[in-house]
Nanobody
Framework: QVQLVESGGGLVQPGGSLRLSCAAS????????WDWYRQGPGIQRELVAT???????NYADSVKGRFTISRDNDKNTVYLQMNSLKPEDTAVYYC?????????WGQGTQVTVSS
């Protein structure tokens, strides 16, 4: 049974940084691409960043240059380093992996950017 557990969210001032972690179990972690999504208040869930099995990364335009996705295959963990945070980054952040027959999502971790 696949389990994804996010951590690292919290309250941070504008311009600050946070590092999110997603620890995976029950899955052959290294062969999959991993994503971070977020869902802000009253907003549809959106894709923030993706990292392929080979380490190639892609980012939403809104976070390019500020966020970095990375993975540690030995620890079965994917990370999202978030710098220069803005109030509009406030959201619940979810890690995600596309699996058949059903995608897997973590429980989410709240990130609040406010002074």
């Amino acid at each position: 049974q696949v389990q994804l557990v996010e951590s690292g969210g919290g309250l941070v001032q504008p311009g600050g940084s946070l590092r999110l972690s997603c620890a995976a179990s029950g899955i052959m972690f290294r062969i999959y691409a991993w994503d971070w999504y977020r869902q802000g208040p009253g907003i549809q869930r959106e894709l923030v960043a993706t990292i392929s099995s080979s380490g190639r990364t892609n980012y939403a335009d809104s976070v390019k240059g500020r966020f970095t996705i990375s993975r540690d295959n030995d620890k079965n963990t994917v990370y999202l380093q978030m710098n220069s945070l803005k109030p509009e980054d406030t959201a619940v952040y979810y890690c995600h992996v596309a699996l058949a027959p059903r995608d897997q999502w973590g429980q989410g971790t709240q990130v609040t950017v406010s002074s």
